[in-house]
T-cell receptor, first 117, second 111 residues
Framework: DGGITQSPKYLFRKEGQNVTLSCEQN?????MYWYRQDPGQGLRLIYY???????QKGDIAEGYSVSREKKESFPLTVTSAQKNPTAFYLC????????????????FGPGTRLTVL | AQKVTQAQTEISVVEKEDVTLDCVYE???????LFWYKQPPSGELVFLIR??????QNEISGRYSWNFQKSTSSFNFTITASQVVDSAVYFC????????FGQGTELSVKP
């Protein structure tokens, strides 16, 4: 079955720690995205990558970092510099990159709920 | 600038009622795409529909229907004969060069 997997489902972090959220897809999609969702709000774009070894900042990139060493994988690191990291994090992917990718349907993983203790 | 407004924060209906979720958008582009996603309590966003700006034909899929009106910049979603399994948060989204989400409407369908 093709799809997007995210792990872990729940993550607890102490203040001052970095944590890494995993996102893997076997859809052979070019582009991948990370979003943050806060209670009662829509999704906000953190980072996106259209091709291996390349990624761009979204609207709220401060305190986060990403890598794209493989087409299937796009891990997100929440650093200690992120002031309020408690949120629900969603990873998504689209088949195309570039302008075509912006109009593709984005398919989402099941999400990771991060809580800072 | 792009913007999506879902003015209804929460809607509560009784099973078998029809319900319409409103979505109003702002964009300066003539070419854009509109989407609806469903987010059940499990959290995963489930894709429902994608519509481009040149196709104003209304769409029906089972109990779901969508009304796209460029003249009022609206892309409303109607569920006919609602069921408890329809309870979820529904997001409308607009894409030009990136995907912009509305704040979502939480639909509660009571038995």
């Amino acid at each position: 079955d093709g799809g997007i997997t995210q792990s872990p489902k729940y993550l607890f972090r102490k203040e001052g720690q970095n944590v890494t959220l995993s996102c893997e897809q076997n859809l052979n999609h070019d582009a991948m995205y990370w979003y943050r969702q806060d209670p009662g709000q829509g999704l906000r774009l953190i980072y996106y990558s259209q091709i291996v070894n390349d990624f761009q900042k979204g609207d709220i990139a401060e305190g986060y970092s990403v890598s794209r060493e493989k087409k299937e994988s796009f891990p997100l690191t929440v650093t200690s510099a992120q002031k309020n990291p408690t949120a629900f994090y969603l990873c998504a992917s689209t088949p195309s990159r570039g302008l075509a990718g912006y109009t593709d349907t984005q398919y989402f993983g099941p999400g990771t709920r991060l809580t800072v203790l | 600038a792009q913007k999506v407004t879902q003015a209804q924060t929460e809607i509560s209906v009784v099973e078998k009622e029809d319900v319409t979720l409103d979505c109003v958008y702002e964009t300066r582009d003539t070419t854009y795409y509109l989407f609806w996603y469903k987010q059940p309590p499990s959290g995963e966003l489930v894709f429902l529909i994608r519509r481009n700006s040149f196709d104003e034909q209304n769409e029906i899929s089972g109990r779901y229907s969508w009304n796209f009106q460029k003249s009022t910049s609206s892309f409303n979603f109607t569920i006919t004969a609602s069921q408890v399994v329809d309870s979820a948060v529904y997001f409308c989204a607009l894409s030009e060069r990136k995907l912009i989400f509305g704040q979502g409407t939480e639909l509660s369908v009571k038995p």
